[in-house]
């Protein structure tokens, strides 16, 4: 029996699909904890490319049971269409009898979109998340467990439409929702995923008491946390491992493992500080070798070196036990790399992240250089890591710059390496054994 969280520990958008899917294949369960269909979550097994927003990235793995967590926000509709791509890919129905909504769950509604599309200030992901976190703290949100109770309750409804209309007239979106349309759309929600609502927080704890695997699925990343990250430019959430056992309805103390996905370099996408941030060729260089465009909205990826302020901030949030280092295979071909060791910001200089917003705009990074290490294609890297997982190489199989580079991030953060992704396919992995 094991639980195991997988974690961003940056910006998000760091590889965490791509290993929930590798370690899926010895999870009995793959729950997500928090945030909705802002995470963009991508694997890639052979030709075959999968996204996905609000299903686990386990679904890839047939033996693997689903959770959609507590702590989540759902968008409805768009479960529904990743449902229906699913099946139409696949032939399978998931729903039928291994996915599951938990009950608390909150639900996302035409009006958090409509109120979530007025943002210019975050570079928000426009899908309602903060709106619909927004009404959960304030104690007027919808979740799943509601639904069967309120769709005849015409009181309810016509509170809440004209709550939603008052919100909607004061910022002036000239759309409004009828009350016949909520009921219609509290109807479908209640006829579409009725039979999967359940009590999930007791199935994993009985799955754990079975002794039986489990992963929870973190979204987003350290930096993007509603406490930890660089406020206000994160989303909603709390991103980390303190949320994701609460996130699920089960408790702390089943953690066993916490992996923190470590893209080898920085990128960010939306507003916000980031100190490291390249607006140069090798930026540039970095965005098109890595296709750092985002998997939920397509927007460019903002990049940037490695900032080990950022990962020492994340370690200490969030204690990894170990860490899984991502997209080395992009940094290949560079001859130089730079890793951020501290900020000079206002004439002080910073080792640990400083929670003002100021400080990190103004902060200059202080970086240590290191040699680069020779680029290799695709399928070169791929054939890497294979010939390395076979013959147990591990670290070894790395060409002795790279070596380094990942040496060398181990011994800044006292946390050893999980393993080393050389290529977005779910076979380009180097595991450290
Ligand atoms: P997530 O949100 O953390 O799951 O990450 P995304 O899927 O949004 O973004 C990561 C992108 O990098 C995806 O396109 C992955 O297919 C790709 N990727 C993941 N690991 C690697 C790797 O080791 N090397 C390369 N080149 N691409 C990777
Ligand atoms: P995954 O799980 C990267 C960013 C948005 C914006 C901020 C707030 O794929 O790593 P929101 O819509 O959540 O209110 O937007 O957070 N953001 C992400 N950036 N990866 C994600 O998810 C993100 N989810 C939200 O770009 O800056
Ligand atoms: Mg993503």
Same mark, same amino acid.
């Given at each position: ?8 520990a ?6 965490k ?61 768009? *479960? =529904?269409?990743? @449902? ?7 032939? %399978? ?5 291994r /996915?599951? $909504? ?34 959960k ?9 509601d ?30 929702i ?25 199935? *994993? =704890?009985?799955? @754990? ?7 929870l %699925? ?5 930096? /993007?946390? $509603? ?33 923190g ?16 941030e ?19 909205t ?20 969030n ?9 080395l ?16 910001a ?10 003002s ?50 040496q ?12 080393i ?13």
């Amino acid at each position: 029996m094991s639980t195991t969280v997988i974690l961003g520990a940056q910006w998000g958008d760091e590889g965490k699909g791509k290993l929930v899917d590798v370690l899926a294949g010895n999870s009995d369960w793959v729950a997500r904890f928090q945030g909705g269909n802002n995470a963009g979550h991508t694997v890639v097994i052979g030709e075959r490319t999968i996204k996905l927003h609000l299903l686990p990235s386990g679904i890839t793995r047939e033996s693997c049971q689903l959770i959609l967590g507590d702590g989540m926000v759902i968008d409805p509709w768009v *479960l =529904d269409q990743e @449902l229906e791509r699913w099946k139409d890919e696949t032939g %399978e129905v998931p729903d039928k009898n291994r /996915l599951f $909504i938990s009950d608390r769950a909150h639900i996302i509604l035409k009006f958090h979109r409509l109120v979530d599309g007025l943002d210019k200030k975050i570079g928000t992901t426009g899908r309602g998340i903060g709106p619909t976190y927004s009404d959960k703290i304030n104690r007027v949100g919808l979740r799943f467990a509601d639904i069967k109770h309120i769709i005849n309750d015409n009181d309810w409804i016509s509170e809440m439409t004209s709550l939603y209309n008052r919100i909607l007239k004061s910022l002036d979106i000239d759309q409004m929702i009828s009350e016949l349309e909520l009921k219609k759309d509290l109807e479908w929600i209640h006829n579409r995923f009725g039979h999967t609502i359940k009590n999930t927080g007791l199935m *994993l =704890d009985n799955a @754990l008491k079975m002794k039986q695997n489990v992963l929870l %699925e973190g979204a987003q990343g350290c930096l /993007l946390d $509603i406490d930890q990250g660089t406020y206000p430019y994160v989303t909603s959430s709390v991103t980390s491992r303190a949320n994701a056992t609460h996130g699920v309805g089960i408790h702390p103390g089943h953690i066993e493992d916490v992996i923190g996905i470590v893209k080898a370099y920085t990128t960010r996408v939306g507003h916000g500080p980031f100190p490291c941030e390249l607006k140069d060729d090798v930026g540039d260089y970095l965005t098109e070798k890595g296709h750092e465009f985002g998997t939920t909205t397509g927007r460019r990826r903002r990049c940037g070196w490695l900032d080990i302020v950022v990962l020492k901030h994340s370690h200490r949030v969030n204690g990894f036990t170990s860490l899984a280092i991502t997209k080395l295979d992009v940094l290949g071909g560079l001859e130089t790399l730079k890793v951020c060791v501290g900020y000079k910001a206002n004439g002080v200089e910073y080792h640990n992240l400083p929670a003002s917003i100021t400080d990190l705009e103004n902060a200059e990074p202080i970086y240590v250089e290191m040699p680069g290490f020779p680029g290799l294609s695709d399928q070169e890297w791929l054939d890497l890591a294979r010939k390395a997982n076979k013959e147990k190489a591990g670290l070894s199989a790395l060409p002795i710059n790279a070596q380094k580079y990942i040496q060398q991030i181990e011994k800044m953060l006292g946390v050893p390496i999980h393993s080393i992704g050389v290529g977005p396919d779910r076979d380009a992995t180097i595991h450290i054994f």
